[in-house]
């Protein structure tokens, strides 16, 4: 069977064909480096890592690029509106810079920590302003921009197919958008592709251009930075001649409007071909039931989940296995799910490890080709991570039904098919030591000291904390044990 992704440009879900042969160009949209990004931020980029995963699975090879977007984006999206970096900036007392150092490290770290295979390359805007005059240039050369006031725009009337992915046609913009006025457009939907003359008299991240010193809009960012590294579209200099169209660019459903509208015309308006085959989108995130906002305190990052006592892989996992296209309704309750689910898995894990059982005729063969046969179908159906979650846990249910009959070989091939699935789901530990049963005896040494030293109510809450989790607690004669409770 072959894959199916769903195409937010056709709004359908397609069989996916690669533009060369098992070779697949991946674009995602990366973060804007002015702060720590927050988990709904996360469950885009675990989107790509999980198509990434799945598809080299398949066998095919991939190249992913994820831009940094460390200048030129403002805080409404458009020409007006504050500059993030410079907020943030003034904030911490740091150049612009500095700020973008500091916080695309610490992306870097939340990846680490989350199990995010790494991009083959992480663009960054500001060493790639060369490459974006060349796709201005172009766009002036084809009559698709025009210099204005100091300023280039580009002109949404010559690309007729605006709107095609969002839908936001001309029409609609000029009768339901309220733009604000700029005397040096030709129409007030038009955007910037490069500011020399901007509010900002002093803005500090500033380079030549053929039309002044000054600095990129946001969206030609990543047109360009695409174009670079995924297309044949750069050699010394811009040729549009070359072969630039990419398999798939992902990102969350907020950038579809206006970024990816914008790069789409951009770049179809330099190259005159096809900018992008797949588009994917993932859906907003939820917290609680509530839009992440300040005012509700509900905005979370890695640091912040993990302060609170959960594992990263925890929030792997809960971000993970609802589907992209849902909206995911984040919960503390769904978190300490999730990290059951993960505790289940890895006892299985240990228990396949330390059988000291003989072979015990356990078919182990033909069920472990199945089951992985089985998980990859359902990816297949556009990433359907729920029915191969569910193939995961009946599998799970059957091998601890057969333990007694499992021998160490059969064992050995459970636990490899384990493995496979993993290399997608990328949440378990298959190293010598038990992480659960090490941390469970921690704590129930905790619980013992807090009982000796009368300590009952703290005592009760650790107990009731792991009943939460699943584990029962069972004091006897010779000291406290526990088991998993079914």
Not at 411 to 436: C, N, Q, T, W, Y
Request: hydrophobic share 35%; aromatic share 10%.
């Amino acid at each position: 069977m072959s894959i199916k992704l769903y195409n937010s440009l056709t709004n359908k879900v397609e069989p996916f064909v690669p533009v060369d042969g098992k070779f697949v160009r991946m674009y995602n949209c990366g973060p804007t480096v002015y702060g720590r990004v927050h988990i709904g931020n996360i469950r885009s980029f675990l989107m790509a890592d999980l198509l990434k995963r799945f598809l080299i699975l398949k066998g095919y090879q991939v190249r992913q690029v994820m831009n940094i977007t460390d200048v030129g984006h403002m805080t409404s999206d458009s020409d007006e509106g504050e500059d993030k970096l410079q907020i943030a900036a003034d904030k911490e007392k740091l150049d612009p810079w500095k700020i973008a150092d500091k916080y695309m490290r610490l992306f870097m770290d939340d990846l680490n920590k989350l199990n995010i295979d790494d991009a083959d390359v992480y663009p960054r805007a500001t060493q790639h302003i060369n490459e974006m005059i060349e796709v201005i240039k172009k766009l002036i050369d084809n009559g698709y921009a025009y210099v204005s006031g100091g300023n280039v725009y580009f002109d949404i009337t010559k690309f007729p197919e605006y709107g095609k992915l969002s839908g936001n046609v001309l029409e609609k913009l000029q009768s339901q958008e309220r733009a604000i006025y700029d005397p040096n457009k030709r129409n007030p939907q038009d955007f910037v592709l490069w500011f020399s003359h901007s509010k900002y008299k002093n803005h500090i991240m500033n380079w030549d251009s053929p039309w002044g010193e000054g600095y990129p809009g946001w969206h030609i960012e990543c047109s360009a930075m695409a174009l670079k590294y995924l297309t044949d579209a750069f050699n010394e200099h811009f040729d549009s001649e070359k072969s630039t169209t990419i398999d798939i660019h992902t990102g969350g459903e907020d950038n579809k409007f206006p970024h990816h509208e914008c790069e789409i015309a951009q770049s179809e308006g330099a190259t005159r071909q096809r900018f992008v085959n797949y588009w994917m989108h993932v859906t907003h995130l939820l917290v609680e039931g509530n839009k992440m906002s300040k005012s509700l305190n509900n905005i979370y990052t890695l640091p912040d989940i993990l302060y609170q006592g959960y594992k990263p892989e925890a929030l792997r996992y809960v971000l993970l296995t609802t589907h992209y296209r849902q909206k995911l309704n984040f919960t503390f309750k769904n978190l300490q799910a999730s990290q059951n689910a993960i505790d289940r898995l890895q006892e299985l894990i240990f228990n396949l490890k330390h059988t000291g059982n003989e072979s015990g005729g356990f078919e182990a063969e033909n069920f472990a080709e199945k089951v992985k046969d089985d998980f990859i179908k359902e990816l297949e159906k556009d990433l359907n991570i729920a029915g191969a979650i569910g193939v995961l846990f009946d599998a799970v249910k059957t091998i601890n039904k057969s333990l007694t009959n499992i021998g160490q070989q059969e064992a050995d091939i459970l636990l490899d098919m384990l493995k496979d699935l993993d290399k997608v789901l990328g949440v378990l530990d298959f190293s010598e030591h038990a992480p659960l049963e090490k941390e469970i005896q921690e704590i129930i040494e905790q619980r013992d000291r807090a009982r000796k030293s009368k300590d009952f109510a703290t005592a009760d809450k650790i107990r009731d904390n792991l009943k939460k989790r699943g584990i029962h607690l069972i004091d006897t004669p010779e000291g406290t044990i526990w088991k998993r409770e079914q």
